[in-house]
Structure formats: C-alpha cells, structure tokens
C-alpha cells in the first residue's frame, strides 16, 4: 500500500483495519520464529474428527483423537450466541448462519486435545483431522479466508498452532459417518451418559479461557496421579 502523504487527517480506517494492523504490531514485536525446514513428522492415531452445532442461539463443539492404544481425548462444549460476546466477533442469531466459523473452532479442540498429551513438544508435527464441513475444510487447509468473520477464527487457530507447533490437515468426511463427533457436539446436558469410550478423566477443557484466550490449562492426569515435587 502506498501512502502519498502519511501526515492527512483525511484518512479513515475501519475498525476491523485497525484490528488487523494491531495484530501484525503485536507479530512485529515479538522476536523472530525459527522453523525447520524438514517437513512435519505426523502424529500417530487412529483417527481425530470433530464436529459442530448451531441451532438457534445455541452453539456446541465437540471432537476426539483415537490413539493406537484405543485410549479417546475428547471434548464437548456448548454456549449461547450471547456468551460469546467476549469473542469480539459479530457472530449471528440464528447461529447455522456462521457454522464455519463454530466448525473452525472445533478444530481447535482438536490441537488442545493433543497439546494436552504432549503439552511441551518442541517439534512440529502434524494432526490429520476430519471435518464434514467444507467451508472450514478449505481455509483452515489455506489459512486463509477474505469472508468475515470467518477470517478471524482462521487467525486465532494459526495463532494456536504456531504457539503449539501442531499443523492441522483437514480432509472430509460424510456428515452421516461423523456421528460420535457429533454426538460429542449435542452433548450439552451433562446428565445424560455418553458412550463408554469417553471416559471423564480424559476429557480436555475447551472452555472459551483455554480456545479462544490461550489461558493455560495445568491439571494432573489421571486425578490420582501423584507428584515427586510440591507445586508453589
């Protein structure tokens, strides 16, 4: 962009402009990032898919890894429309009119999922997922996106992924063959059982704190682990 004369007042940004500019401000001072240039090692599961739900003002995500020992991470979250203002998103009422962006965010989910089992790696690898919704298929693929507000959940899960060295490749998978995923984003009354694979102790928080906030999640797992150390 060229700018012929920096000093005008005649110059109006919007507010999503200035969003933008105060982001890349934050990128320019941090110090650089180094990344090998050998290509990410793929983690080994036996598969990770998630899934979401917009009916109404209700909104709910759910998904899972399958690890060669059959163990499940998981997680299920749901909210209204309203609790997600703190998103400073715009997001619609009824909310299937943005289910891209609620689909994106399940697949954070699914980088939390595996942080939470190698929470200090220092390598990047990369998490092959399922997602039967096309339109998050395609930009998260890309990481980016020109329609709003999708746009910004690209940039939140780019964010995760740089701090996690964790890579999303997203392939499709029918509607009607992601059942547990969705089965895991409807779960929304925590009274009901769900299927026996889901074990509570290894469900993952993907409260609004940890997916959208970054907000560090320390927790002992299983419960009745025990510490050599006592924590401050």
Not at 59 to 66: L, R, S
Not at 167 to 196: C, I, T, Y
Not at 198 to 209: I, K, N, Q, W
Request: hydrophobic fraction near 40%.
């Amino acid at each position: 962009m060229r700018v012929t004369d920096p000093s005008t007042t005649r110059r109006k940004l919007s507010v999503s402009s200035r969003e933008s500019l105060q982001f890349w401000l934050k990128w320019c001072e941090v110090p650089p990032l180094f990344f090998p240039l050998q290509k990410p090692a793929d983690v080994p599961i036996v598969c990770a898919a998630a899934d979401a739900r917009a009916d109404g003002d209700l909104v709910g995500i759910g998904g899972f890894i399958e690890w060669p020992s059959r163990q499940i991470s998981w997680f299920s979250q749901s909210w209204r429309v309203p609790d997600l203002s703190s998103l400073g998103v715009p997001l619609q009422v009824p909310a299937h009119q943005d289910i891209t962006c609620y689909e994106t965010l399940a697949q954070l989910g699914l980088i939390l999922c595996l942080h939470s089992v190698v929470p200090l790696a220092r390598w990047t690898v990369r998490l092959h997922t399922w997602s039967d919704n096309t339109g998050a298929e395609a930009g998260i693929n890309k990481l980016y996106s020109s329609a709003f507000p999708l746009s910004v959940f690209l940039k939140r899960l780019s964010m995760l992924a740089c701090m996690t060295g964790i890579e999303l490749d997203v392939f499709h998978v029918p509607g009607e063959k992601n059942d547990d995923a969705d089965l895991l984003s409807r779960w929304s009354d925590e009274s009901q059982p769900l299927p026996a694979k889901f074990l509570p102790d290894f469900r993952v928080d993907c409260s609004l704190a940890r997916i959208w906030h970054f907000r560090s999640d320390v927790r002992l797992w299983p419960p009745d682990a025990k510490l050599k150390w006592q924590p401050p």
